[in-house]
């Protein structure tokens, strides 16, 4: 069963566990619920003469269907926050990424480089468009802002989406596990031409992209 | 003053003579109010399907000419994604429940002659239409009509230039404050009327679950709506005397209108389905002759879904940027919201439990509701999951979601309600064969046309992109996008005939008895249609809406409310 995309990040295959824990959970629920549905009405079909039972309810059965999911959304919501707070939360985040920053504009993504000092601000910063480069295994964590509207910085295989905000920097980070391009989108609807709002990332062996570094500065 | 008013019809008991127009124009009869609703929000529900169909079109054939138009522009694109979402949250879903079942039960079903304040029932209507008038005409002007989106988010909504619309966005700023202020005014109504006119014997948990729900929904309504309009005057000042209250650049926060927005817009989405959920225990009771199982959880769960709705709008914005420790709060909140879902989808096949099927048009839609809700409440799951919704955040397995919740759920719901009200609204019986078939062929397309959009949102397609062709990893979903399109052109296609028969029934349909479907509620024992003031003498209620099959009815299978 593999409907979601090939996953390339660290964080994707966590995230991944618990959709297809959800997608069980609710799975099984569903069916339970739709057979249950069908077998009533077949069963239960009118019929001459057979009066329904007068039955006002079950304080039991209450109880029992209202312990029960929330049992479950416990578990879910369990399963969900150690995910979520990995991915999400600033004080959790990798500290030996390569840092970029990345502004979203209409209708393209802007990538910032610090070059080689490794310092952002200074002489040797170098700005691509659309194209982002990567080194593989290595964590990267961006500040992500917009200087027009509201866009979502949206990679499937790396399952990584976050709104850029403008007036605003958001901290986020991935790490790419595997060599290769990967799709970039916007998520949130930014204009006319939204559906055209993509970009490349491009991840590269630590050796390739170091290399690729210097020879952009 | 008021009291008065509100009294003043019952007290004459007879009614003069109207003109026409004070008859079913400018009508103060709550039913001809409810009748009027049905009417204007049936075609603002056929305008917002032609207007998905046309964004099915591009979606399943990117860049090809409309048969008999012209290819759709990225620009016109945005349009009509903002506007379906527009027409059918706001013009079809809504007044259909609200609107039309509001105004048409409550009074009739809790022994009242009319509504409390008539006359602003009235308003509440012309205002509604021009609402509609406007936000129609916002197709046909300059520059083209809004195109941020139904959930306007600023910046994009507030600065012209960045979506090339202005006169379009102002109008639909224009339109929701009509809008909001007619919703006002029927809510006031409603709870009012609820909470002072009902007949002798009358306790609130003698009400039925439609009632109790239009109930809740005006409370909610009532203090969701002046948020809504709170915030889109913020944005009209925005969009044209030139503040920044959502603008960066002087101090203003994009965020603002998020939170704002979906403070009233997740309460809406309580609104869009509560009356529903209603409507549907109704109908479910009097289809399985049996009492709805768990009457009082059923309220309140009612309760308890429209008081966790005001704390669960940041599920929103997860992926907006808000501390972390939000996001976990709001799951949390999100996740609660399962439980009463629960409660009601399980209290209603307890109703079917042991119960006399009784497989008339209205039930099946009701079968249909509860089979299809379903998935639209299990797929909330995920997005009520932090974690997982980083990644369907904003794709079409959202699309999927609300579909299922307010097509599969509220639309279901409204045309259940509409067969099932129709004899009384009218004195006419629909073709039962007709509807049957309406229903079989709803059912089945309906699936075929929003269940695969689960599986596009789980490959990562995103919502309102204009040509997903354009990217690579969605290519392999074209096949899938073409189905859609084609089922859904196919979905519209059978709706043609309800309309048939709908109008057929208005004028030939077979007359109606005063209780066509043995039902307990108060409606059933007016003529049909009832005459103005409803009631010839006020009448006295003496149990709950539900006793089906009760020893007492024998050989009966339903215990109408006033029977001693």
Redesign the interface.
Known sequence: MDWLPTAASSYAADMDRIFYIILWITGIVLVGVQVTLVYFVIKYRGREGRKAAFIEGSKKAEIIWTVTPAILIVGIAVASQDVWSKIKNPDRFPTDGVELRIEARQFAWGVTYAGSDGEFGSEDDFTHYNQIHVPVDRPVVFDLTSIDVVHSFFVPAFRIKQDAVPGLTMRAWFEATEVGEYELACAELCGVAHGLMKGKIIVLAQDEFESWLAEQS | MSTAEATAPSAHGHHAEMSFVRKYIFATDHKVIGIQFLFASLAFLLLGGLLALMVRWQLGFPGQPIPGGGVVS??F??AL?TMHGTFMVFFAVMPLLVGVYANYLIPLKIGAPDMAFPTLNMLSFWLFVVSGVIMTASLFVEGGAA???WTA?A??SAVPR???VSLGQQLWIVSILFFGASSLLGSVNYITTVINMRAPGMTLFRMPLSIWSLFITAIIALLAIPIIAAAVILLLFDQTIGTTFF???DG????LWQHLFWFFGHPEVYILILPAMGIISDIIANG????V?????MVLAIIAIAFLGWITWGHHMF???MN?LL??SF??ST??I??PS??K???W??T????????HTPMLWA?GF??LF??GG??G??M?????D??I???YFIVAHIHYVLFGGSLMAIFAAIYFWFPKMFGRMMSETWGKIHFALTFLLYNLTFFPMH?LG???H?R?????T????LQPFQPMNRFITISAILLFVVQIPFVVNFFWSLFKGKKAEINPWRDNGLEWTVPSPPPHGNFETTPTVYRGP?E????EAAPE?FLPQTTP
């Open positions: 990225p620009k694109y945005n994604v195109g941020a989106g988010y910046p994009l960045y979506t090339g603008l960066p650049a203003g926060q994009p965020l399985s002759r049996k009492p199982f768990g009457y009082h959880s992926q907006s940027g972390p996001g976990t799951m949390i996740m609660a399962a439980i629960a409660i989808v399980f209290n096949l307890g079917m439990w042991r119960g006399n099927i009784w497989f079968i509860v089979s379903t998935v299990l797929s799951i995920f009520a999951s932090n974690a997982v980083i990644f955040h904003d794709t599986i789980m490959g990562g995103m309102r992109i204009y040509d997903p354009q990217y690579e990893f539900y089906f099959s009760s020893p299978d």
